[in-house]
């Protein structure tokens, strides 16, 4: 798979290195075969901006500061590495560039976002001190950056389901997977701007908003919908994973419901304790992605 190679190439090479290994993919024609690794590729797109703005949040609450610096420098580097990727190609993985003119153009505006906020990103990941006006900036600038990159993939799924033969449903469970991603991350940062006295009332409702999306969000990829054309999880081995993205997500929002919502506010205590848990619900969150991409990439194979 696509994501899986650019995973591991970044972690067996440098950063310098990738990019002297960059090269034009315009003469890559894009299949769709593509398709799959594109929706997940461009959906995690959506989690890292959140969890960025989660890790530079840790460092302004004075939590494993030099451990989420480290983080949030990898992160930083992912995200700015796969958005070039999706807009001019990246022949090392294979990935033909966007050609869609409303795609690229809404990845352009997500390009712009992004170039104001990453040098603060970079400057905490530095070890530099972050001000008030900079962190005003992050807080509504990965809104809209967010924004932006959930209508590239929403864009993406709509020029997917056509070339997936009847298993369009598969297109739309990437994506929705995808944004549990995003909303595990998301959830985690507004507890941490509720823990910081940021727009706590905001961040509160915010909080059970999200909180709501995703235990429904779960339900549906789970149980299907046919509002969404969705269908329910086929085969046990894909069931068995949203069980445990199940298992992860429960002490998270019992955590969540009696400190962040129910109290309105959150210790310190609590924050490495979602922050840590969050880890591992992400990770069985993104092996169910991953689950959901290979099968349509099987699917696609086989449509003549």
């Known amino acids: 798979m696509l994501v899986k190679y650019f995973w591991n190439t970044l972690r067996c090479v440098s950063v310098v290195?990738?990019?002297?290994?960059?090269?034009t993919a315009s003469g890559l024609e894009l299949t769709?075969?593509?398709?799959?690794?594109?929706?997940?590729l461009s959906g995690r797109q959506r989690m890292l901006t959140q969890k960025m703005t989660k890790?530079?949040?840790?460092?302004?609450?004075?939590?494993?500061?030099?451990?989420?610096?480290?983080?949030?420098?990898?992160?930083?580097?992912?995200?700015?590495?796969?958005?070039?990727?999706?807009?001019?190609?990246?022949?090392?993985?294979?990935?033909?560039p966007t050609t869609d003119p409303e795609i690229v153009s809404k990845l352009q505006?997500?390009?712009?976002?992004?170039?104001?906020?990453?040098?603060?990103f970079q400057s905490v990941a530095d070890g530099k001190d972050l001000g008030q006006m900079e962190l005003s900036?992050?807080?509504?600038?990965?809104?809209?950056?967010?924004e932006s990159m959930n209508a590239v993939v929403d864009m993406y799924e709509l020029q997917a389901k056509p070339l997936m033969g009847g298993h369009e449903s598969?297109?739309?469970?990437?994506?929705?997977?995808?944004?549990?991603?995003?909303?595990?991350q998301r959830i985690s940062k507004q507890a941490i701007l509720i823990y910081l006295g940021i727009e706590p009332e905001e961040s509160c409702a915010q909080l059970k908003s999200s909180m709501a999306l995703f235990v429904s969000s779960h339900?549906?990829?789970v149980a299907g919908s046919p509002q969404l054309g969705l269908r329910a999880v086929q085969g046990e081995v894909l069931r068995q994973q949203f069980l445990l993205v199940e298992k992860r997500w429960q002490p998270i929002e019992e955590v969540l419901e009696k400190v962040c919502i129910e109290e309105g506010n959150c210790s310190a205590a609590e924050i490495r304790l979602i922050s840590g848990q969050n880890v591992s619900l992400l990770e069985e969150i993104d092996i169910a992605v991953k689950l959901l991409e290979k099968r349509a990439s099987r699917v696609s194979a086989t449509i003549d």
Do not use: C, Y
Request: hydrophobic share 50%.
């Open 170 to 184: 598969l297109a739309v469970a990437i994506n929705l997977a995808g944004r549990q991603r995003m909303l595990s």
């Open 109 to 120: 505006e997500a390009h712009s976002e992004w170039e104001v906020l990453k040098p603060i």
């Open 219 to 221: 339900r549906d990829l």
């Open 55 to 96: 890790e530079l949040l840790l460092v302004v609450a004075e939590v494993d500061v030099e451990e989420n610096r480290k983080n949030l420098r990898k992160t930083v580097e992912l995200f700015d590495l796969t958005l070039n990727a999706l807009l001019t190609g990246q022949a090392l993985i294979f990935l033909p």
């Open 17 to 23: 290195g990738l990019l002297f290994a960059f090269t």
């Open 32 to 40: 769709r075969e593509h398709w799959s690794s594109i929706l997940n």
């Open 137 to 146: 900036q992050v807080v509504q600038g990965n809104r809209d950056l967010l």
